[in-house]
Structures are given as structure tokens and as C-alpha cells.
């Protein structure tokens, strides 16, 4: 009797643990299932897949639908989303978003509170992101976003972003470690000051807005039709007299009144018409740096000291550089530095490295000596693809046509071996200041070796 009790209560210890462990096997089945046929259902109508883990466990007949018949998939992570190849929509893929917000730490952008994005596998893989932002920007119009290369290199990638119901949409970009997602408030205008014009004479008011990397940068103008007409920038002057013109901001709280005083014509009108002809050299140098017309010149005549770094892209290059792109963007032309600044130590890397390749005589045509390299002096820089595929593509025309505006010059143009040295480079940018840019530019295209009259060759 006692026997037969003891073995039924073992019997009952199996059966009540069989249970148990069948329900849990049930419940993570469950979920797991849940989780796969929320993910498969909104895939099928091309929705997005709302995930609660950092991981995502797709099953093998989700991924394999996905590959089979999507191009692209949505993921949602949080309240952002990615979107990206179907291809990459694999098992077990790292999801995590890492979104914060912090100050930017660089002179240019004092200090303003922006939202970071760290790359990840799946950022990397992803074609588009979309991003929830906090009040301090969703309360704007529009924001910017802004990459970081290298840990240290800022290049705005799309200006003016409209926020559309706290959310923004943007393009990502594999060349980015980072992106922050920002709003620069303008604080002030600059301007010339007190402008003397004569009737019927015209001048640049060179008005620009402080900081120079504002998300706005567009002004508007009041003024006094009678007295003068405006052409952008442009002030032209129509009656004797004195006027203001006030040039101010509709988005930031910045304005600016500009005192015009315009004289009666002279009679004799001096023409200053006729082209610029090619100077004469003018090359002086200072501290082992060579100079023309106050711009810096290295090539292969004209090296630069060892010693001379500037720490990355200059700040002139890169006012100019963001100016260029964001007129660039309203072109539909997307443009990035491919490569900036590179020290003299990396550039002996990379020369040793082609001539090891293909040679000294062949790497001479295409890679500079160290100390030979513009991409020491921190203002030239290659722009979205250093190699010949970039040669007649959209943007590299745009260049070519638009670059000289915003104060650069393609350094090494076509058919200008015999005076540069270098084959043609559609990419290599170098920042010369617009007047100069545009001198060359009216000049037909030459390079700087003919317009200043100056030679490049290695002496051995
Ligand atoms: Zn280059």
C-alpha cells in the first residue's frame, strides 16, 4: 500500500513537469511566432516591421519572401526606421540604434545641441533612414544633417531638411561614421560698410550670415526702389541721395541696415572693360612657403615644409565648401568630400605605396611626393570619387561648370598634363577665393601654372 502511493507521486512529479514544460515551449513558440508573423504580414504589404529586441530572429520563410520579392525593407527600430536592401535582411542582423543628444564640440557650431546617430551593421547596410526628433528640433522647418568622417571631419549632407510631423527622411551614406541631425540659428548679418556709390555704379554689399554654417542662410531686402536696385547681392545706384537698405532674416531674429550714400555720375566714364591677360610671375615666398597673388601654391615645383599642418580642411575650404553644397543640392547634385587634408606623413605612405605598385615614373603622373601633394595645404580636396568613373557624371559637370562661384578651381583640368603635371583630375578641387576662381574662370578654363606663369617639375 505504502509502495503504490509513493510510485503514483512520482508519476504525477513527470506529468506535472511534462505540463509545465510543454507550456513553456508553448508560450516561446508563441511569441516567437507572433513576432515572425507580425514581421511577414507587414512585409507583405510593403509596411514596416516593428521589432522589440535588438535582435531580429526571422525566420528562415520571412527572409527568404523578403529576398524573393522586395527590393528594399523597412525596419522600425524604436520610433525611428531604416530602410534597406532586402538582400541584407538577414538572420540574427545587430539592430541596435544608437540615438542621443549632445552639444557639438567645434567652433563653428558652438556649442548647439543636436541629435547623434552612431553607425552600426545595420545603418551601414541601410539606404535611408528615418528619424524621430526631439521638440528642440521638430519646433524648426527644417534642420540640417551633418556626417563625421574619420571621427573628425563635418561635411553637411543635406541641408535644410523639412521636418514633416517631428519626423525628418534622409539619405544615409557608408563614408560616415556619425551623423548628427542639427539647427545652426543665424546671429547676426554682416556686411561692407558704408557704401559710397555713384549713379548708375554697381557694388557688392558682400552681406554673409554669422555663423557661417546658419541652417538659414537666405535674407530678404527692404529698400528704396527709387534709390537703388538690387541684383542679389548687387546694389546699383539710381539717384543721388543717401538710403538704407535693410537686409533681414524671416526664420531667425537677425536684421541689418545698411547705410548707402550715392553721388551724382561722373561724366567721363573710365571702361574697365578688356579681359585679364596672363600676369606675370609673381611667386614670392615666405617661411619655405611659396605664394602667388596671396594664395598658396604647391605643385611639383613648389614644395611645402614637412612641418606644415593645418589640422584638416581649412576653415575657409570648408565655408566655401558648405556654401557650394547646399547650392549644389537644390541642382539635385549630392556632393562629399571623398578625401580632405592628408599629412606629409600619410602622403608618404601612399606615394611609397604607388611606386611600389606601378613604379616611380608611372605614380609621378598621378600621385604627388610628399611635400608635393595640394592635400597638405588642408584647401584642396578630392570630391565624391577619386577615379575616372566620376569623369562626365552629373555632378562632376556641375562642378566644372559651378565650382569657380564659390571660390574653387578643378586644379588639374583637361589637357593641361604639359603645364600641371598631373593628368586630369574632374574631382581635385583646390579653394583659391572667388575672385581668383572666377578671374580663371573668365580666363577660359587654364590652369594656375599658365594664368600666373609658372612652371611644375619635379627637379629630378
Ligand atoms: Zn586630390
Known sequence: MRKRRKRLRIDRIIYVFAIFAFIVFLIIFGIKSLLNLRIYNSIKNKGSVRLFKQTVNVWKKTETYVNDKLDEVTITYGKNSVTMDSNYFKNGLNIKLNVYKKNIDEPLFDNVKSLYIDKNELLEKSSKLKVKLPRFLYKHENVDVYGIRNKKEIVLLAPKVKVENKYIDFKTNSNYDTYFITYIPGKSISSGNNINIRVGEKRDLNIKVNPSNSTYRDLKYK????????????????????????????????????????????????????????????????????????????????????????????DEFMDAFYEMQSAASLDGISLFVASGFRSYEYQVDLYNTYVKRDGKEAADTYSARPGYSEHQTGLAADINAADSSFEDTPEAIWLDKNCYKYGFVIRFPKGKEAYTGYTYEPWHLRYVGKDIAKKIHDAGGISLEEYYNFTSTYKD
Do not use: F, Q
Not at 546699383?236 to 550715392?262: C, E, M, Q
Not at 614670392?284 to 614644395?303: A, C, F, H, L, P
Open 223 to 314: 529698400y528704396d526702389k527709387k534709390m537703388v536696385s538690387l541684383n542679389g547681392d548687387i546694389v546699383t545706384g539710381k539717384k543721388a541721395g543717401k538710403t538704407t537698405i535693410h537686409v533681414y532674416s524671416t526664420i531667425d531674429d537677425i536684421s541689418k541696415d545698411i547705410d548707402i550714400t550715392i553721388k551724382k555720375k561722373v561724366k567721363e566714364v573710365v571702361k574697365e572693360e578688356k579681359k585679364e591677360e596672363v600676369k606675370e610671375t609673381g611667386l614670392y615666398e615666405k617661411d619655405g612657403i611659396t605664394y602667388v597673388d596671396g594664395i598658396m601654391i604647391v605643385n611639383k615645383t613648389y614644395s611645402l615644409p614637412k612641418t606644415y599642418n593645418p589640422g584638416g580642411l581649412t
